[in-house]
Nanobody, 128 residues
Framework: QVNLAESGGGSVQAGGSLTLSCATDGFTYKYNCLAWFRQAPVKERVGVAS??????????WYADPAQGRFTLFRANAKNTVYLQINNLKTENTAMYYC???????????????????WGQGTQVTVSS
């Protein structure tokens, strides 16, 4: 059973930074695509960035709106993937989820339907 647990969300002022964490356990395969998604109020859930859980297959990959201010990286020893968001804007207010394909590959397009395992989410609220 694959388990994902997000943390690190909070309330911040515009211009600030946050680093979200996704702790993982239960993987059977060495290479698993793990992605971050965001869901703003009354909006659909969309992919932000993805990365493999181990070195060697490239990445990370970013959806266009995430380029520049979002950085995805992992700490292999901690089985944790991080999403750092710099220069936060009010439009970044959303619930952020991590998800994995558990043995599946990463692609440049981060599609909701490709990911079977999800965490509970962590809320990010940005005020002006």
């Amino acid at each position: 059973q694959v388990n994902l647990a997000e943390s690190g969300g909070g309330s911040v002022q515009a211009g600030g930074s946050l680093t979200l964490s996704c702790a993982t356990d239960g993987f059977t395969y060495k290479y698993n695509c793990l992605a971050w998604f965001r869901q703003a109020p009354v909006k659909e859930r969309v992919g932000v960035a993805s990365i493999y859980t181990s070195d060697g297959l490239g990445g990370p990959w970013y959806a266009d709106p995430a380029q520049g201010r979002f950085t995805l990286f992992r700490a292999n020893a901690k089985n944790t993937v991080y999403l750092q968001i710099n220069n936060l804007k009010t439009e970044n207010t959303a619930m952020y989820y991590c998800a994995t394909r558990a043995g599946g590959g990463c692609f440049s397009e981060i599609r909701l339907s490709d990911f079977a395992y999800w965490g509970q989410g962590t809320q990010v609220t940005v005020s002006s």
